[in-house]
């Protein structure tokens, strides 16, 4: 059974997806999205050999050589430009779905669609997506098993308005916290930045001990924890 992360994911595909799945591993995710929807289509790209053979036990297993390709390769490397519709980059921490934009972002922004599940600094990714012309237009926030997942849904040319504030001090916060996530702000988003509002206390006063204190890097954690604060214990 696939895990609701992933259901999650396959639900903001559209019908007849011509998708690529990133760091696919066991090829699980395109092979539920394939097997639901026979127009579907996509390609599974893999870094790392062990993985690309799970993915093509997976493909195998299902039949499904005809509609999923599997490719050996570093990030969007794989793809052409303009030849997945989706873009899924899961399971990664946002620095590494970052870097992977990052390196092609010709071919990143081919796509119509992106859909990134960060599994730590998911704020990295909405900076990236929103400097370069994709529109957030959906999140979502779930706990799995212990974990707090995030999953990130931007557009391009959709003629969708931008969730940001114009605001830069609300921006920040937003970039951090997730517009939409905020606005709801569930059973996941509270246990998440209620966990950590302690750790980032932790860290401040760890740093204010050190020897060499940095001023800027320790005011930064007091402002996002001041928004913490603002959004778990002052409700509007
Ligand atoms: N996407 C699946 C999911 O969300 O369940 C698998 C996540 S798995 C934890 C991360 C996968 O990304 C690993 O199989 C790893 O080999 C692959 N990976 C890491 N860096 C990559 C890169 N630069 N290009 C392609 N795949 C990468």
Not at 57 to 63: A, C, P, R, S
Not at 182 to 191: D, G, M, P, R
Not at 198 to 214: F, G, V, Y
């Amino acid at each position: 059974p696939l895990s609701n992360r992933l259901k999650l994911i396959a639900d903001y595909l559209p019908q007849g997806a011509n998708f690529a799945d990133i760091g696919s591993d066991h090829a699980y995710l395109p092979a539920y999205v394939c097997l639901r929807d026979k127009t579907a289509r996509a390609i599974a790209g893999e870094v790392n050999q062990g993985p690309l053979e799970s993915a093509k036990k997976t493909i195998q297993l299902h039949q499904l050589k005809e509609r999923i390709d599997v490719r050996l390769g570093d990030g969007l490397a794989v793809l052409k430009e303009g030849e997945a519709q989706q873009i899924v980059i899961a399971g990664m921490g946002g620095s590494l779905i970052t870097s992977i934009l990052e390196k092609n972002p010709v071919i990143a922004k081919s796509a119509g669609r992106i859909i990134a599940q960060p599994n730590v600094d998911a704020r990295a990714v909405r900076q990236w997506l929103n400097q370069n012309d994709f529109i957030l237009i959906a999140e979502e926030i779930v706990d799995e098993q212990g974990h707090i997942y995030e999953i990130l849904v931007a557009d391009r040319n959709t003629g969708v308005s931008s969730p940001y504030n114009d605001n830069q001090q609300i921006k920040d916060k937003q970039l951090l916290l997730g517009p939409y996530l905020l606005n709801e702000k569930n059973n996941a988003f509270i246990k998440k930045w209620t966990l950590e509002e302690a750790n980032l206390k932790r860290i401040i006063s760890q740093m204010q001990q050190a020897k060499q204190l940095n001023h800027e890097k320790i005011s930064a954690f007091q402002t996002e924890l001041h928004w913490i604060k603002e959004e778990l214990h002052h409700e509007e």
